[in-house]
């Protein structure tokens, strides 16, 4: 009996004593490094490439793990190795506490392939961290009549937020086909209906904005003979941009401020089609033959399916500016 105590005693206290030193071993383990990592979001991805399109913005989340407090990160985006961007961000907890991150959103103009590198520089709390670099390509996208998916998207979208009328989302129908006529009017463009890489350029630098002449003249239309444009505006903001004809040079259009004095819907028998007339005979109607130049009798036509939503926007005693 006396054995049996004694063997226990000792098992007894072997135990007690591992408890502490497993203790003292796992107080002793060195804490996990101090991580920096990127990751690229609102990219497509094909197998391990990332692209985007030209004028798209994307996303970069930046996080360090662990969660450090007053802690900043260097953000650097590099195309064929020159610097094109950077920015110094405070890094936030997350919402488990477990880590700290920035989210940074970016846009590239052009094409190419942008490298995303992001540093923490040492502070008295943590060492110079460097994250692990990430590319991204740059696509430079184009579209034409028949087109569909994202690319049209973006591109309906862009032009939709400078007043410009595009048709079904995602589809480069006949009404899309117009507005990138009616945008590349407007920025002195060749004059057709395609949306080249040029198109999506000149939408990624802010181009395509139609300048109101006349903000004063609350709701009125102001017709650019120079770029054979007509812009819906109601005091200083363009609701909407449409193509147009105006008067070849045998029978001009007559310019200066004008009133809309008479509506006529419907037909009639020279073919104009639901008119708003300015000054005697001339009106803004709808016509078959909208040509990409002047080529009216000095009246400003418009294609047969913009004629209606016009006509139903504008109402008698409307200011017609006119000028080139």
Avoid at 174 to 196: D, N, Q, S
Wanted: proline content about 7%; overall charge positive.
């Amino acid at each position: 009996m006396m054995r049996r105590s004694t063997i226990s005693l000792l098992l007894a206290g072997a135990v007690m004593a591992a408890v502490p030193a497993a203790a003292a071993a796992q107080s002793t383990r060195a804490p996990a490094a101090p991580k920096l990592s990127i990751t690229t979001e609102q990219v497509r991805v094909s197998g391990k490439r990332a692209s985007a399109l030209v004028g798209q913005q994307w996303r970069v989340r930046v996080v360090l793990r662990p969660l450090v407090a007053g802690q900043t990160a260097v953000l650097r985006f590099y195309r064929n190795g020159r610097r094109v961007q950077a920015a110094q961000l405070p890094l936030a907890p997350s919402p488990t506490g477990r880590s700290a991150f920035f989210v940074f959103t970016f846009t590239s103009p052009t094409g190419g392939r942008i490298v995303v590198k992001a540093t923490h520089f040492a502070t008295p709390q943590l060492p110079t961290i460097k994250a692990k670099a990430v590319g991204v390509t740059i696509v430079t996208p184009s579209a034409r009549p028949g087109s569909r998916g994202p690319v049209v998207r973006m591109l309906q979208s862009a032009l939709a937020r400078r007043g410009y009328v595009v048709g079904q989302p995602g589809l480069y129908d006949a009404r899309t086909a117009r507005a990138v006529l009616a945008f590349r009017k407007v920025t002195g463009m060749a004059r057709t209906e395609i949306a080249g890489a040029d198109v999506f350029r000149r939408l990624a630098r802010g181009g395509g904005q139609f300048r109101v002449r006349f903000p004063s003249h609350g709701k009125h239309v102001e017709a650019d003979l120079s770029r054979q444009v007509i812009a819906l505006i109601r005091d200083a903001n363009v609701e909407r941009i449409y193509p147009v004809s105006s008067g070849k040079p045998s029978t001009p259009t007559i310019r200066g401020h004008f009133r809309v004095y008479s509506k006529a819907f419907g037909t009639n028998a020279k073919g104009m089609y639901m008119s708003s007339y300015f000054i005697r005979g001339f009106a803004i109607h709808g016509y078959p033959s909208v040509p990409f130049f002047p080529a009216s009798h000095g009246c400003l036509r418009v294609p047969m399916p913009d004629a209606v939503p016009i006509y139903n926007w504008l109402s008698r005693g409307d200011i017609v500016d006119v000028y080139a």
